[in-house]
């Protein structure tokens, strides 16, 4: 796809992002765009107070298609999966959750869209009595925004598939951000809380690794 600032405007980008990108390009394909604005994230962070990771992410979710954007998102979920289960290792409610809606992926029966439903809230139920009982502890509330974000990347990514059928056309843009905003919680709390829990967890490659699944899925 080609992306310019028609293109940018029609899908709904900030301000901000539209007034960079026609600072830096006329057009340009979108897998090129993704894999060259990296270099720009000092000047997008200092210039605009934003992320060019999260700008990168929402690109590739509008312009992927319903289970291509659950894909990405469901991706990014089990990249902090290891953080939350180092923590809490005996509970696999953010696992199963995400669990479910690969299945959905393969097979999107009624049946399976129930389970995403059942998974989605134990999910749920896990980062809230994490966030409830350990915010005290400034160890362990770093962990548990990671347990945060595995549990509602996993959950947003079931709603998101859960809901597909009944969702309209008009609704696709609030989707992909959706998906978007699920992997970015993620990466964010990969990168930034698990370091302060312990530094052996962290991966500064996490934002890396989700932008690069990101540009494989759209050469599908």
């Given at each position: 796809?080609?992306?310019?600032?028609?293109?940018?405007?029609?899908?709904?980008?900030?301000?901000?992002?539209?007034?960079?990108?026609?600072?830096?390009y006329d057009q340009i394909e979108e897998v090129a765009l993704l894999r060259d604005v990296v270099?720009?994230?000092?000047?997008?962070?200092?210039?605009?107070?934003?992320?060019?990771?999260?700008?990168?992410?929402?690109?590739?979710?509008?312009?992927?298609?319903?289970?291509?954007?659950?894909?990405?998102?469901?991706?990014?979920?089990?990249?902090?999966?290891?953080?939350?289960?180092?923590?809490?290792?005996?509970?696999?409610?953010?696992?199963?959750?995400?669990?479910?809606?690969?299945?959905?992926?393969?097979?999107?029966?009624?049946?399976?869209?129930?389970?995403?439903?059942?998974?989605?809230?134990?999910?749920?139920?896990?980062?809230?009595?994490?966030?409830?009982?350990?915010?005290?502890?400034?160890?362990?509330?770093?962990?548990?925004?990671?347990?945060?974000?595995?549990?509602?990347?996993?959950?947003?990514?079931?709603?998101?598939?859960?809901?597909?059928?009944?969702?309209?056309?008009?609704?696709?843009?609030?989707?992909?951000?959706?998906?978007?905003?699920?992997?970015?919680?993620?990466?964010?709390?990969?990168?930034?809380?698990?370091?302060?829990?312990?530094?052996?967890?962290?991966?500064?490659?996490?934002?890396?690794?989700?932008?690069?699944?990101?540009?494989?899925?759209?050469?599908?």
């Amino acid at each position: 796809m080609i992306i310019n600032r028609e293109k940018l405007e029609k899908l709904g980008a900030c301000k901000e992002a539209i007034v960079f990108f026609s600072s830096k390009y006329d057009q340009i394909e979108e897998v090129a765009l993704l894999r060259d604005v990296v270099q720009y994230k000092e000047e997008v962070c200092n210039k605009h107070g934003a992320d060019i990771y999260e700008w990168c992410y929402w690109l590739i979710a509008n312009t992927l298609d319903h289970v291509g954007r659950v894909r990405f998102s469901v991706y990014a979920a089990e990249l902090v999966l290891p953080v939350f289960e180092k923590q809490y290792p005996e509970d696999l409610r953010p696992r199963k959750a995400i669990d479910s809606v690969k299945t959905w992926i393969l097979d999107p029966s009624p049946e399976n869209r129930q389970a995403i439903k059942t998974a989605r809230n134990a999910a749920r139920n896990a980062a809230v009595y994490y966030a409830t009982v350990y915010y005290a502890d400034t160890a362990a509330w770093a962990a548990d925004t990671a347990a945060w974000a595995a549990a509602k990347a996993a959950a947003w990514a079931a709603d998101t598939a859960a809901w597909a059928a009944a969702r309209a056309a008009a609704k696709a843009a609030y989707d992909a951000a959706y998906d978007a905003y699920a992997a970015y919680k993620a990466a964010w709390a990969a990168d930034a809380w698990a370091a302060k829990a312990d530094p052996s967890t962290a991966d500064p490659s996490t934002k890396d690794k989700i932008l690069v699944y990101g540009i494989e899925l759209l050469k599908e």
